[in-house]
């Protein structure tokens, strides 16, 4: 139930932004694409909140279902299951994130190209990460997966425990939260030194 | 009296639906069924054994492929003569595989009266001895940890971002 919301979400997404560019770039070629973008456009996004809280409501449910149905001593010694946690936790982050976005810039988050695009490649990012996600579950359940023949080719196997070196993953724990307060407050101070010459005025 | 009709008219259909496929039914050739659990723990340069129980079937075979195969083997498997419920248990052998790989295979079931066939999968890889130590799950409670602050340091950026290029767009 959970995928299939959040797979809804990324679809409702990528529909809107592909009639939006539509009505940005080739409006007026065609009436009824034009129409039919209008339409997509604006059915698309509520679609897309709609289904993003549904799937992190759900995937919080599914956690609490997929930790009781196996033993706590396979779930600590399994390498993929430590793999498909990783994956589902590192998504659930994106797809909050996004619930969080939309819900303090509402639709206005579609309205310039920069912000609707990175909020498009956030939900999108974590629809990746989940269907990922999902065919490490197939091979949880013993059945594969249909991706397997595109993860060979990718040379990715979901057997083996992922992990960063330690001395990585301490420096991504300190550097990232410590780069986005950087850049926060640069945003800020820029905001403020836009701001001033119009308050003065 | 069409509006009471209709509806008695569809109740007496289906009622004649429901019942007549019950004489039908008892004529039907009992279905083929195939209980198998994929083996674990199945390691490099040894044949992997397989066993299902196939009910309602006089013949079974797998077809399987490993990740670098470019066509699927066939092996047929052997009825071992032993009952269990309402079947009988069958069995065959892959071949070894020299080095970790994963193996989709299908098992198919088959009597004169048509077939059956279920996918599987397995994991071929050299045995982990006791299973992650307690350094393995420090190295990997860190890699969540560091997965989970970029992913939260990019939404916070993207957060002041938006509001940023909101504000200067007059949104």
Redesign the interface.
Same mark, same amino acid.
Not at chain 1, 142 to 145: I, L
């Given at each position: 139930m959970c995928t299939g919301f959040l797979l809804l979400a990324g679809t409702a997404v990528a529909v809107k932004v592909v009639s939006d560019w539509w009505l940005r770039n080739l409006r007026s070629r065609s009436r009824r694409l034009d129409q039919w973008a209008l339409a997509a456009s604006r059915f698309a996004e509520p679609a897309s909140y709609f289904a993003l809280i549904a799937g992190v409501i759900a995937t919080f449910l599914s956690m609490v279902t997929g930790s009781m149905a196996w033993p706590l001593e396979d779930l &600590?010694?399994s390498?993929t299951v !430590?793999n498909k946690? *990783?994956l589902t936790? $590192?998504s659930q982050?994106?797809f909050i994130?996004a619930v969080?976005?939309r819900a @303090?810039?509402r639709f206005? %988050?579609w309205?310039?190209r920069?912000?609707g695009a990175?909020?498009a490649l *956030?939900v999108l990012t974590g629809d990746a990460l989940m269907v990922l996600q999902n065919s490490v579950a197939?091979?949880l359940a013993?059945?594969?997966?249909l991706m397997?023949d595109f993860l !060979?080719t990718l040379n990715i196997?979901t057997?083996?425990?992922?992990?960063?070196?330690?001395w990585?993953?301490?420096f =991504? %724990?300190v550097a990232?939260?410590l780069?986005?307060?950087f =850049?926060?407050l640069s945003?800020?101070a &820029?905001?403020k030194k =836009?701001g001033r010459p119009a308050a003065a005025a | 009296m069409r509006r009471v009709l209709a509806p008695l008219a569809i109740v007496a259909v289906a009622a004649l639906l429901a019942f007549t496929p019950m004489h039908a039914d008892a004529q039907a050739a009992p279905d083929i069924s195939i209980t198998h $659990?994929?083996p674990s723990a199945v390691t490099p340069d040894h044949q992997i054994y397989l066993t299902a129980v196939l009910a309602n079937a006089t013949s079974g075979s797998v077809t399987w492929r490993n990740?670098t195969m470019a066509a699927d083997g066939v092996v047929p498997m052997t009825n071992l003569s032993r009952p269990d419920g309402t079947g009988w248990v069958f069995a065959t052998y892959l071949p070894a595989q020299t080095s970790?790989t994963?193996i989709?295979y299908a098992i198919n079931a088959s009597n004169a009266d048509g077939s059956r066939i279920e996918?599987?999968?397995?994991?071929v890889?050299v045995a982990?001895g006791s299973?992650?130590t307690a350094s393995?799950?420090?190295?990997?409670a860190? $890699?969540?940890?560091?997965?989970?602050?970029? &992913?939260?340091?990019? =939404?916070?950026? *993207?957060?002041?971002?938006?509001? @940023?290029?909101?504000? @200067?767009?007059g @949104?």
């Open positions: &600590a010694q390498e !430590h946690i *990783l936790a $590192t982050t994106l994130g969080v976005l @303090r810039y206005e %988050i309205m310039t920069g912000t990175f909020y *956030l197939g091979h013993g059945k594969g997966s397997d !060979h196997d057997h083996p425990m992922w992990f960063f070196p330690p990585a993953s301490l =991504i %724990i990232f939260p780069a986005a307060a =850049i926060g945003l800020r &820029a905001q =836009i | $659990t994929p990740g970790p994963q989709t996918s599987y999968f397995l994991s890889d982990s299973g992650l393995d799950q420090e190295t990997w860190l $890699t969540l940890g560091a997965s989970i602050s970029m &992913a939260a340091s990019t =939404i916070a950026v *993207l957060y002041w971002y938006t509001g @940023r290029r909101l504000r @200067r767009e @949104r």
